[in-house]
């Protein structure tokens, strides 16, 4: 069964700490995986698209690494912010499909 | 919000109800999508479109029926919601399904049926 595992599932930092965000998946056979922010109320919104030849792949203070070997990836945040409190979705595509598998998101909050 | 709209954004209606939720973009992107997000579940996908007229079922589709009479529009009906349909709603489109494309978001929809 095609499945993406997040972890943890929340998170609490403080300001100006860095973060990592790990997202397993069992999706097959791979096209590509994708970091989506959810800031609550809102839609998601991309931060990264990642392909099997990519290992890594920035967006300002937001870096996706992936390992397609071992079906693993994360997102480390440098420095974080009281904006980057949202919920860190990871979705993985199946080659030759429109369907998209998503993760249930890794909540995270950021304190002064 | 890459141009796309949601209407309503909240709605409270009854069991056996008929519900229509309006998603309008104006990228003129070719796919559009609906999901739902229920708390302990990723997003799902309800049911997609990739082109005027042309749709087909997502994993839960089951209870819902969708409309793309015009490029800039996709409508989600419940035929006779339940209290199961309780959920928040997004709509997304994207240009193309391979290279890889983002799909970008709506605001959602909130919709509460009693």
């Known amino acids: 069964k095609n499945q993406v595992e997040q972890s943890p599932q929340s998170l609490i930092i403080l300001e100006g700490k860095n973060c990592t965000l790990q997202?397993?998946?069992?999706?097959?056979?791979?096209?590509?995986l994708r970091w989506y922010k959810q800031d609550t109320g809102r839609g998601p919104v991309s931060l990264t698209i990642?392909?099997?030849?990519?290992n890594t792949k920035s967006n300002g203070r937001y870096t996706a690494t992936l390992d397609a070997d071992t079906k693993q990836s994360s997102l480390h945040i440098t420095a974080s912010q009281l904006s980057d409190s949202a919920s860190y979705i990871c979705v993985v595509a199946r080659a030759g499909s429109y369907q998209l598998t998503f993760g249930k998101g890794t909540k995270l909050s950021v304190i002064p | 919000d890459a141009g796309i709209t949601q209407s309503p954004r909240h709605k409270v209606t009854e069991t056996g109800t008929p519900v229509t939720l309006r998603c309008h973009q104006t990228?003129?992107?070719?796919?559009m999508y609906w999901y739902r997000q229920d708390p302990g579940h990723g997003l799902r996908l309800i049911h997609y479109s990739y082109g005027v007229k042309d749709t087909d079922k997502g994993e839960v589709s089951d209870g819902y029926s969708v409309s793309r009479s015009k490029t800039e529009d996709f409508l989600l009906t419940l035929e006779s919601a339940t209290s199961s349909q309780t959920s928040v709603y997004f709509c997304a489109i994207s240009g193309a399904l391979a290279p890889p494309e983002t799909q970008y978001f709506g605001p959602g929809t909130r919709l509460l049926v009693l």
């Open positions: 990228e003129n992107h070719r796919y």
């Open positions: 997202c397993n998946y069992t999706v097959s056979p791979f096209s590509n």
């Open positions: 990642m392909t099997f030849s990519e």
